[in-house]
């Protein structure tokens, strides 16, 4: 990769959320995988790649001075540039991280919930959203699927081969996802699960699904870390 006209890269990542699925007493971004914090792993990542210039970290409210000195310190993730607050939905995270952006380059929004993050990933995703400006990461689905009423009846079986699920690093031209989220802060929307639906919704722009890894799992509830368990201990 021709890294010296490569434009300024920025990841945000996401800690500021409170694990209610997950359902342990410290949040699961805090739990020891491996003997290290979730939230570790994706930070150790964008620190080693080579083209992320900065790290935006966003924690819960009072969590600020124990993430500097237990992780970003202990650790030694020194493209933490800044540790902002986040809010009450993932959402409004993801804006409170923005806001600490300019509008040049790119960034990559991620949820530091998922630990498994690679260079690969994140060098295919940068090749793809400098052409094509919106980009999410995914896979596609191996299992069929159904869509359900209320009362749990199916209603369709969409065509698997175009179905993906979605993971991150989402990655926008700045300026792009500040304009969406400015919008999304204006006029309200409901059900935004990700940053790929605000600039969806609010810009109506394409956008690219780059292909993740199977690995690259969310820790959502306790069988995930048992999963993620296995992955690092295979990584060694
Ligand atoms: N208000 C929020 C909610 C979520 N997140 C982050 O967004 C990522 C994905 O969210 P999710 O898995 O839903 O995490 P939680 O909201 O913590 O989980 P739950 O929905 O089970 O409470 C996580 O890294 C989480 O810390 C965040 O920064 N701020
Ligand atoms: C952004 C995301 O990781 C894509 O899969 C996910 O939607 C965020 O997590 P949540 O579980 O929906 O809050």
Request: hydrophobic share 35%.
């Amino acid at each position: 990769m021709q890294l010296s006209t490569k434009k300024r890269c920025t990841a945000i990542v996401l800690a500021a959320g409170q694990g209610t699925r997950m359902g342990t007493e410290i949040q699961k971004q805090y739990l020891e995988l491996d003997g290290r914090p979730v939230l570790y792993y994706s930070l150790r990542t964008f620190q080693d790649s080579p083209l992320i210039d900065e790290i935006v970290l966003v924690v819960g409210e009072g969590q600020e001075s124990y993430c500097r000195k237990e992780i970003v310190e202990r650790f030694g993730i020194h493209k933490v540039s800044r540790i902002t607050c986040g809010g009450t939905e993932r959402y409004h995270s993801v804006w409170n991280g923005l806001q600490e952006l300019s509008d040049d380059g790119y960034v990559f929004i991620h949820d530091g919930a998922r630990p498994f993050v690679d260079e690969e990933i994140i060098e295919r995703v940068y090749e793809h959203v400098v052409e094509y400006d919106a980009c999410v990461v995914g896979m596609p689905v191996k299992d069929t699927i159904k869509t359900v009423d209320e009362q749990d009846f199916v209603t369709a079986t969409p065509n698997r081969n175009l179905v993906w699920m979605i993971q991150t690093p989402q990655v926008f031209r700045t300026d792009i996802v500040k304009k969406a989220y400015g919008l999304l802060m204006e006029c309200g929307a409901e059900n935004i699960t990700d940053d790929a639906m605000v600039v969806e919704q609010m810009l109506s722009l394409p956008i690219r699904l780059v292909r993740g890894s199977y690995e690259n799992i969310k820790i959502t509830t306790p069988e995930d870390l048992e999963i993620a368990g296995v992955f690092v201990r295979r990584k060694k």
